[in-house]
């Protein structure tokens, strides 16, 4: 496309009485000298995905990436060649009404500076230099899943070893851990108190603003599709989570089970469940699971976990026999006193969790 008729698509699509986006009425003029600017926008739209744009000739070429930019060169992400977009969206946040192209919330998730290693029709190179990201990339064309090259199917791969040299990846095949039956534990201050919900423990995996709930071996995501809103609150956080999906009838929680597609959803208006999360596994690269409950915690609270399916219970400080009676009041079995040193044993049963019932 000529210089000149660069924003040609961008204005196409968006009416600027209808839309805070800035909308320049011509094309801009190739500057001078070439700025290097970056800027990674979290969009909010019909998906959440984040927007990476890099300053050439005048425009910011931008791409489309679903989960964002890979922190490990071991996994490559998926990105969409879009339209290019005028400089000024560099700095633009804002809520595109809904209805419009693009319509949803978008904030600056990142910006900087970037270097050119490598510039063609179908390959880029850059180092970026910003706040939260940084490091060498490559953009690269692919062909649609038809076989065709459609200009638009690209893949992102960082090609630098993780930023942090203790990086992870989030594990995929963590196991909940257990309470064993007990008796109420001394009320000496080392143990924290937490209601029995009697509901399926799942462990929530959440990369990219995209959740998988995994019920023991089973990925059981699609039969609770209300639970996928966690993922677009958390936005770029990388997690794992560990809780259990409760409804107020047991019988109607047993009714969402192995259901998925469109029945999972009718379901999920009629038979609302609510995923409560009580631990953090693994946060940002780093496991957690050897960190004490407490820390644990702190971890989890700091998330602000709040939505419309998913929220964080409280947990209480005794004495265990006031939680245990006010529990059964409420109509649960018991609570679970947890030892607040104890780290977190994927899998195990262990007697630093203790289920007590009255």
Avoid: C
């Amino acid at each position: 496309m000529p210089d000149h008729e660069r924003l040609a698509a961008y204005r196409a699509k968006r009416d600027p009485a209808r839309t805070p986006e800035p909308v320049p009425a011509t094309d801009p003029d190739v500057p001078a000298v070439e700025g290097r600017t970056f800027v990674v926008q979290e969009h909010h739209a019909r998906a959440l995905h984040w927007d990476v744009r890099l300053e050439r000739d005048g425009v910011l070429v931008s791409w489309a990436v679903p989960k964002g930019l890979p922190p490990d060169p071991k996994v490559n992400h998926l990105a969409v060649h879009t339209e290019d977009h005028p400089l000024e969206y560099a700095t633009f946040e804002g809520e595109i009404g809904a209805g419009e192209y693009g319509g949803g919330r978008v904030t600056v998730w990142d910006h900087g500076t970037y270097e050119e290693l490598k510039w063609t029709d179908r390959e880029v190179q850059v180092v970026l230099h910003g706040e939260r990201v940084q490091g060498r990339y490559v953009l690269f064309a692919t062909r649609s899943k038809g076989g065709a090259d459609d200009g638009r199917s690209w893949m992102v791969h960082r090609m630098d070893p993780p930023t942090d040299p203790e990086w992870t990846p989030l594990p995929t095949d963590l196991l909940p851990m257990l309470a064993r039956r007990g008796d109420l534990p001394p009320d000496d201050g080392g143990w924290a108190f937490e209601m029995a919900w009697g509901g399926v423990r799942a462990i929530a995996l959440v990369d990219g603003g995209r959740v998988r709930l995994r019920s023991g071996d089973e990925d059981v995501s699609g039969s609770y599709p209300e639970i996928a809103g966690l993922g677009e609150q958390l936005g770029s956080t990388v997690v794992a989570l560990d809780g259990e999906l409760v409804a107020l009838d047991r019988e109607r929680l047993a009714e969402r089970e192995a259901v998925t597609g469109s029945a999972a959803r009718r379901l999920a208006r009629t038979h609302p469940v609510t995923y409560l999360v009580y631990d953090v596994l693994h946060l940002e690269g780093r496991p957690t699971v050897e960190r004490a409950y407490d820390d644990r915690r702190a971890l989890l609270d700091g998330l602000e976990l709040s939505g419309t399916a998913w929220r964080v219970p409280p947990t209480f400080d005794g004495p265990g026999a006031a939680v245990l009676a006010a529990a059964v009041a409420n109509g649960f079995e018991g609570i679970v006193a947890k030892r607040r040193s104890s780290p977190y044993r994927p899998g195990v049963r262990s007697a630093d969790w203790r289920s007590v019932r009255a």
